[in-house]
């Protein structure tokens, strides 16, 4: 099962409703993609937090209808 890039977006903005959010989707099967997260939440954070965070978000469906995430995230400049 693959997650469509509405259904991603809505769960990022949800957990960071400032975010700029860049998604690319890799292979064109909404099952590979790629998320540029900027967000003020994350200043501060390890890199690892970060992305444990945007785990959080996706409400545990990393793995599951989203098969693959490649993370770039970061504070605003």
Known sequence: MAMDRATLES???EGFPDAEINLT???GDNDHWS???ISEA???KTRVA????VY???KGQMGG???ALQLKTSAPA
Do not use: I
Request: hydrophobic fraction near 55%.
């Open 56 to 58: 959080a978000a996706l």
């Open 42 to 44: 994350f200043r501060g």
């Open 65 to 67: 209808e989203l098969h």
């Open 25 to 27: 989707d890799l292979a």
């Open 50 to 53: 970060q992305h444990q965070m």
């Open 35 to 37: 998320a540029e997260v």
């Open 11 to 13: 769960l990022l903005r």
